[in-house]
């Protein structure tokens, strides 16, 4: 069992970066496999990210794929998302989530999630 807590969002330009950090309380983080998933206005929530406990797997959407970049430091108890050449369409609530499923992507089997994060990228 973890907290999280999302930071780093803002308003954003598009092409611009941002980078989010996402930290964790607790012994077992090391244990988790961690995701970062978004929601914007009137969608689902969809997976973006998935980092392996270790950090040697990763997986994107395919929209995002060349632009993000999920890492963990498992040290500090924390994961990120790099963000980069932001478009419009990334407009939505970041939140990460944790779970100690092996290999899966779908939220509903992350069962710690943060507040979220909003990341707003303008035209």
């Known amino acids: 069992q973890v907290q999280l807590v999302e930071s780093g969002g803002g308003l954003v330009q598009a092409g611009g970066s941002l980078r989010l950090s996402c930290a964790a309380s607790?012994?077992?983080?090391?244990?988790?496999?961690m995701g970062w998933f978004r929601q914007a206005p009137g969608k689902e929530r969809e997976y973006v990210a998935i980092?392996?406990?270790?950090?040697?797997?990763?997986f994107y959407v395919d929209s995002v794929k060349g632009r993000f970049t999920i890492s963990r430091d498992n040290a500090k108890n924390t994961v990120y998302l790099q963000m980069n050449s932001l478009k419009p369409e990334d407009t939505a609530v970041y939140y990460c989530?944790?779970?100690?499923?092996?290999?899966?992507?779908?939220?509903?089997?992350?069962?710690?999630w943060g507040q979220g994060t909003q990341v707003i990228v303008s035209s």
């Open positions: 980092i392996s406990e270790s950090g040697s797997s990763t």
């Open positions: 989530a944790a779970t100690q499923i092996l290999g899966t992507r779908r939220a509903s089997d992350y069962n710690s």
């Open positions: 607790g012994r077992t983080f090391s244990t988790y496999r």
